[in-house]
């Protein structure tokens, strides 16, 4: 069964003290993983696409990574104005998209 | 990316009234559209897609004829909530794809009371 899942759900961090968010996958047919951020009342904003194992991508204080079976999203020296929830997807062959549940990302100044 | 809006951003309706929210592609012509309905603390669940010209598709355990999905062009899509009920509150989110990449709206929260 197609199953997507993140931690840790939430995450308190000093500001500067740089972590990692974690997103598990077990999907036939990966075709793409993505990162959203969402904010309170607002709709996921994209951040990344990730499409094969190794792959790098990098944003400012964020950066994702990929392999075979999970990505990470790095936050380096984040700020308060990164706090949000941080949502995963993957997108998989007959163009199913399948959400992680999300890890909530508090940064306390 | 593609940029999407939603409208309205907030409602307020009574249980037993009918809501319609919309959704428009800004900047690319979508052939499908996708609803979400998201719960607080929940991950997004998708209800429907959205198909240009003919009918939409639900999702298992999604009921048709309460959720009305109408598609009449490239650019718009529309929900409509129908016999709205306080169990139906939740947010709403529209989204269009753009070749493996997936753009969401604001979103919409509903309110019945």
């Known amino acids: 069964e197609d199953q997507v899942t993140q931690s840790p759900e939430a995450l308190r961090l000093q500001e500067g003290e740089s972590s990692s968010l974690n997103c598990s996958y077990t999907?036939?047919?990966?075709?793409?993983l993505f990162w959203y951020r969402q904010d309170p009342g607002k709709g996921p904003e994209f951040l990344f696409t990730l499409y094969s194992a190794g792959e790098e991508k990098e944003k400012e204080r964020l950066k994702a990574t990929l392999t075979k079976k999970e990505s990470f999203l790095h936050i380096t020296a984040p700020k308060p104005e990164d706090s949000a929830t941080y949502l995963c997807?993957?997108?998989?062959?007959?163009?199913?998209?399948?959400f992680g549940t999300g890890t909530s990302l508090t940064v306390i100044p | 990316g593609a940029v999407v809006s939603q409208h309205p951003s907030w409602v307020i309706c009574k249980s037993g009234t009918s809501v319609k929210i919309e959704c428009r592609s800004l900047d690319f012509q979508a052939t499908t559209m996708f609803w979400y309905r998201q719960f607080p603390k929940q991950s997004l669940m998708l209800m429907a897609t959205s198909n240009e010209g003919s009918k939409a598709t639900y999702e298992q355990g999604v009921e048709k004829d309460k959720f009305l999905i109408n598609h009449a062009s490239l650019t718009l899509s529309t929900l409509t909530v129908t016999s709205a009920h306080p169990e139906d509150s939740s947010f709403y989110i529209c989204s269009v794809r753009s070749s493996y990449e997936q753009y969401f709206g604001p979103g919409t929260r509903l309110t019945v009371t």
């Open positions: 999907v036939s047919g990966l075709r793409g």
């Open positions: 997807a993957v997108h998989i062959t007959g163009n199913q998209f399948y």
